[in-house]
């Protein structure tokens, strides 16, 4: 059973940084989709970017497009978030998701990532 556990998030004011991590255990594959998607007070959860694990080349939303940085460590089984000069409206519950052995990453819906983490909590202050 796959299960992705996160961790880091927290509290900044504008301009700062967090990072968020997402590890994977029980993956069963060597490479497949992983995304982030994040939900705001009241707002639909979007998903804000996405990697396959084998390529490594990441796409995201373009309301975070040069400000986070999602990468991935196979030998770790683990993603990353990096975000910086964070915004307001960046706040939100964050989630990992992921499709093991998937492809064609971006063109998949969120209800296609089958698992899911727990959310961590971002909250930036103007």
Excluded at 85 to 109: N, Q, V
Aim: net charge neutral; hydrophobic share 30%; proline share 3%.
């Amino acid at each position: 059973q796959v299960q992705l556990v996160e961790s880091g998030g927290g509290s900044v004011q504008a301009g700062g940084s967090l990072s968020v991590s997402c590890a994977a255990t029980g993956y069963g594959y060597s490479s497949g989709c992983m995304a982030w998607f994040r939900q705001a007070p009241g707002k639909e959860r979007e998903r804000i970017a996405t990697i396959h694990t084998g390529v490594g080349v990441p796409t995201y939303d373009d309301s975070v497009k040069g400000r986070f940085t999602f990468s991935a460590d196979n030998a770790k089984n683990t993603v990353y978030l990096q975000m910086n000069s964070l915004k307001p409206e960046d706040t939100g519950m964050y989630y990992c998701a992921a499709i093991p052995g998937g492809w064609d990453c971006f063109s998949r819906g969120q209800f296609e990532f089958h698992y899911w983490g727990q959310g961590t909590q971002v909250t930036v202050s103007s």
